[in-house]
């Protein structure tokens, strides 16, 4: 899904800097917001260390689907633990991964942000969407696909902000390369919204509070 | 009205998935079969160092791009979690 697959170097060294400048102050405000709020959330930490788990799991499984991609799992971060405690979460992930090579060091900063951009707006719309949509399954499906749709548009502002070092293209061309990249992302987040829909139903079946649902 | 009412959810997740899946296969026919790493430099226009052929894989068979391998494993899975949901109840 929405992840930035270019190597380091891909970006100018001033665009890296930008992009972990922005990623660190969100970071600090999500550390901030955390510190502020004591040992409330605790049962959410321990969440936060399952998820952060599967989700790395999940980013490195290859599916053999148009070609290859993987999944995120960053909606349900969302849904579960919120917004807070997923911008820590999306930050290990995306360490561990630069570090087992799957995607730059440089770049860690921007997937921060492209995958934050998935974990806040499928938590808005999971939240948000509750008297509309009060079917669990339905309503974590559609903030995923919203979700995810955001975070490939954040991905692509990012890239064509920060411009790619030592290409011919032209900002049309690598506009219309990455607009196939996001139909062909949104094609996976079908499996990725039915996965989370049915992770999110199951787990309000028999858990409804580590929703903020209440019990029927 | 009611019926919409009741299923809306349902019945948007439907449409969205539909509408997502006939872009996939359109951008899909477009740009064939490619890698995530293959499709980023496609659309960025970088040439991608060749790297030297490393071994890697399970016991000597890769599981990277092998759609049986990846689907028994999901299989093998699937089995598992079923026989451990029906013995535990979890």
Known sequence: MAHIHLEDGSFSLSWVIIWWIVALALIGVALWSLRSEGTKNQKRITIAAFVTAAAFAVFQINIPLFGGVHMNLTPLIGILVGPVLGTLVILVINILSAAIGHGGWGLVGANVLVNLSEVIVAYLIFRGAKSIIPDLFSRAGIATFVGLFCGNLVMVGIILDSGIQGVTQSTGQVLTGLSLIIAVNMGVAVIEALLTGLIVRYIGKIRPDLLGEAKP | ?90
């Open chain 2, 1 to 90: 009205m009611t019926a919409w009412k009741e299923h809306r959810g349902i019945i948007i997740f439907g449409i969205i998935a539909i509408i997502v899946l006939a872009g996939a296969l359109i951008a899909f026919k477009i740009t064939g079969p490619m890698g995530i790493e293959d499709r980023f430099h496609a659309a960025t226009g970088i040439i991608p160092v060749e790297e030297e052929d490393a071994e890697s894989g399970i016991a000597g068979f890769f599981l990277e791009g092998n759609a049986l391998l990846y689907f028994l494993i999901l299989a093998g899975l699937i089995v598992v979690c079923v026989f451990a949901y029906r013995q535990f109840r979890i």
